[in-house]
């Protein structure tokens, strides 16, 4: 778990975690005092407003450490199953010396990115972004 909390916090991976209801949350208000206010030509400015937004908070991005963070027992050892998978024929003895040979190694450490990235993407149902 500290190899892949290192390695998200060196690729500076983020997740996205789109909130659709809470923008249509936000955006509700804004189209009906639109409506009230200037009817028809409210209704369209406020829609527009409204949108804007809700689409600016329907958005959460967590760093992916955080989110490993809090995962629970369970799901912490199937996703280090699946990364112990990638580097089970390493001969390491603690994790300063497998973080090592991971960030040295461009295949190892695509492949363990890869496990990471897949992992939130299907199964936390996220969307990543990166540091740029």
Not at 7 to 16: E, F, I, L, P
Not at 17 to 24: K, Q
Not at 101 to 109: G, K, N
């Amino acid at each position: 778990m500290t190899m892949l909390t290192h390695m998200a916090t060196v690729t500076g991976m983020k997740a996205a975690y789109t909130h659709s209801c809470r923008g249509a949350a936000v955006a509700s208000p804004f189209i009906i005092a639109g409506g009230m206010l200037l009817g028809a030509v409210g209704i369209f400015i406020g829609g527009a407003l409204g949108g804007l937004v809700g689409w600016m908070a329907s958005k959460d991005f967590k760093s992916v450490p955080q989110v490993l963070m809090e995962l629970s027992p369970a799901e912490r050892q199937k996703l280090c199953a699946e990364a112990m998978a990638v580097v089970k024929n390493l001969d390491w003895t603690d994790a300063a010396q497998l973080i090592q040979f991971v960030t040295t190694s461009s295949i190892i450490r695509d492949k363990v990115l890869g496990v990471l990235a897949t992992y939130v993407t299907k199964k936390l149902k996220a969307k990543l972004k990166y540091r740029k």
